[in-house]
């Protein structure tokens, strides 16, 4: 089934690709959602949770979906820079090197089990997530359009890993949790047979044209200066409140204010309301945030729904 | 402290606090009282500030920098006091309490600081209310008090409410705006047709330039005793001595006279005015007649405060017309004040067409005559009388000979430096030959004294510059003048100048630097006119016209009648008619319109509170009503509650209603979000889903 939808319907594109998604990765729209919006917003995904409750396969079957270039790189902790960025070979035949490309050098990348990786090899991997360009012996090389991230981490694996620093940590647009599935869902999991077939012939149902055209729509959609100001709220909330160490940079309120309104868009509307603020606000703040008496991200997306339980919502 | 930030209201304070500051000075006589270019940087400060406290910034001036402010201001303060306002305090102490307030405000950083500004500002206003007593500015002063009051109320309120932990938004947004606008409009319509139309309290002001110092009085050319030099020192100022307006268009800017005080007597090198004969109360004569003979038009000026009693006329001057209970008019046919006018002084002259004199006939011949009083006449000075004069023609032939040989043989000059002075007129006469026009005036007075011309100084000013904004001409300070009159006998007082043209006061045509410069004086005129001296005449002559109006509003067929004449010239034998009297009916009238404007406003303000309470249906309103009523049937609406959550939630609560909560919620988020105002049909629509929640939810608490 070829699905190649123009973004003059944005809603029912958007949803393709969700349910498209939701085939392999059952009961867990809420998520799916996010990372559909991370898509439109332009940002990288950072999938963190407990092994096997489908982390990698939702970044498969977002790969698959959209029908570009996808490449899996699972990092270890003898993963060198060039193992993913590419190296450059002395050419016989042109009397020349020759930058030969890795497998960063497409649209969908899913960096597997990131946090395994030495910091070296992550921050190889900063650049080309803020840039969308890699530098090699002094060449800077362009990466194609559209370029994601789908990385993906275990919390609880402390041994030989070497946990992302917070500047690394920022160029995620969200962090993801998939959770447990429920049990109607699980049960029907089991007794399915499992999710590799499906996987396997997951068609794609968006090209990458049509989601640089979503992307160009995400931008129009309407932030009213008091939701602006209600999102400067919660900001300013994490930079004043002792609770807090380090607060949302300004980096972060862009990318909640892109978001917001890849929000809105995936909800069908063309303006964004508070609830979308609400809704984004632990996902997209939360692995920002650093908070004083320590704690996972499942105590800072605990501080960060507490914050937006706090601040009075713009009328 | 209270638990929510927001409810410190800092930034609403500080920009009400402003706003007061902005309104402090306004009662103050500006032009009199504080230098215009004082007020203006108290005015860019304080819009700086409100710009500052806006924009919500919290940086302002450090208390170092204050002090250091406040410091350098104090080496000002002492020459403000010595050299701009000659020992006086009052206009000091103003600039130094703005000034104070001005660095009170720019340092503000705490809530104390607050209070202490509006105190200063409070005080200011106190100050400038002293100047100027008022009933408008009473009421004023009552607005500005109340206001404050209201405004305290409402933030002890809102702190009590804070306190108790009560975060509702709409509450916390005040509606400043609105609060100021209505506040400030509220004065205005009150205070503007109380000051035009409730009788005046005139008092005059404590501070105004010239009152009281020996000094300027000298200065000023018009004491009862000046020496040869007082025009001199006169004519060094720029200042505005007196505006005039002619009704006769053909009179503006011709060079016109304007007799101020005569002097008779000259001894030892000065002159002595001449006596007062005649002392007159203005209530049973009206009008006072000066000279026999027709008047042609009127003319009307304004006198500022000079530190003189001398009244400057025109010398064509037939009858004039001033609100003063008693005045003097001296043998010379001045006009003598009871007392130095110290708020600008306004009277109405006729004028005919020539410059007849009204001094008295000079009694036949003797050397008791003060206009042939034979004081500094020398032999010498004889000899050239005789020489120049000559015996034949008539009298008046023989002063002009005098009066072109003084206006050609001789020079002018303002330069005294280096001069020996023994007997000013001698050396004036054979030595130097050269003087101004005191000078030439003296020798002539006294070389027609040695021929038997009954003469006297006169003081006055020549000329002025033409105010083309309003046809009126600006006399200053320097066109002030000395000449002469003498008697021709069968005519009567007769005035010559000796003064070359070239020493003359010149009547200035306007340039382009100059327009500038008289737009200013414009603004300050009509400040004049219509604030300080805004007094009963106008009040009378306001209810005139909105009578007229009145009654042209409410017969439309008559057509517009055209303005009444101008005011008749008396003629010659009728008695004067005295001023008319403000009836009974004048007062009803009066009644009547202050309690229409005061039924207007309040109409006004009770429809502005309706619309306020009711408002239009905006679906903005609506959704708050509804967070309103969820939270009185029992639903935990909180401040942080977004309108979706709010609608899922009341849609598991209240089923039924689920729906028309529903509409209203998405009506809302289109027009506060979507920007999407709700129009036709939608908004029957809202007005529906509004009907059905308010219905559906009436009485559910209980349930709750």
Known sequence: MQLSISASDPVSSIRALETNVARVIQGKEGAVRLAAVCLLARGHILIEDVPGVGKTTLAHAIARSLGLAFHRIQFTSDLLPSDIIGVSIFSQ?????EFLPGPLFSNVVLADEINRASPKTQSALLEAMSDHKVSVERKRYTLPEPFIVLATQNPLEFHGTFPLPESQLDRFLMSLRLGYPPVEDERRLLLGGGVEEVLENLEPVMTGDDLLALRERVTKVQVTEKLVDYMLALAEKTRQSSDFILGVSTRGL????????????????????????QRLASPVLAHRILLKRGGDLDAARRAIEGLVASVPVPI | MTAHPAMAFGREKRILLGLLALLAPLPLPLNETLGWSFLAIYLLGVVVFIRHAASGSDRWLSPWMMNVLGLLYLPLFVIDLRAFSGGRLVGPMLHLGLFAILIKLASLRRERDKWQALMGIF???LASMATSVHPSIVLFLLVFLAGGLYLLMRFAFLHLVAGFGQRDPALLRLPLGAFLGTSVLMTLVFSVPLFALLPRVSSPYVNVRGTGTGTIIQASGFSDEVTLDSIGRIRESRAVALRARFDDPARTGIDQRYKGATYDVYDGGSWRRSPRVRSFSRSNEGPVRLVEGAPESWATLWLRPLASRSLPLPTETRLFDIELPRLGLGTGGAVILPFPPVEVLEYRAALGGDDLSAALDPPAAGPEVPTLDPRGLTPAMRTMAAEVMGKEGTTADRIRRLESHLATQYTYTLDFVGREITNPLEDFLFRYKSGHCEYFASAMVLLLRAEGVHSRLVTGFLGGEVNPLEGYTIVRQSNAHAWVEAYIPDEGWRTFDPTPAAGRPESVAPSTWSLVTQAWDFLIFRWDRYVLTFGFEDQLQLF???KDLWARLW???????????????????SP???LPELSPRRWSDSVWIVGGLVTATIALFWWLVRRRLRGPLTATGVYRRLRKDLAGAGLPVAESLAPLTLERRAGRRFPDLAEPMR????????ESFGGRAVVGAARQELADALGQTRRG???????G
């Open chain 2, 123 to 125: 005080f200011v206003f």
């Open chain 2, 576 to 578: 004067i008619e005295p």
């Open chain 2, 555 to 573: 017969s439309p067929r008559v057509p517009a009648t055209e303005l009444p004449p101008p005011a008749d010239v008396v003629p010659d034998d």
């Open chain 2, 544 to 546: 005139g016209s909105l």
């Open chain 1, 93 to 97: 035949e042109k009397q020349a090197f």
């Open chain 1, 254 to 277: 862009q990318s909640l204010y892109r978001s917001v309104q890849a929000y809105a868009l995936a909800e069908g509307r063309d303006y964004a309301v508070p609830d979308d603020v």
């Open chain 2, 663 to 670: 509409r209203i919620v998405s009506l809302y988020l289109e």
């Open chain 2, 697 to 703: 939810l009436r009485g559910r608490s209980a349930e």
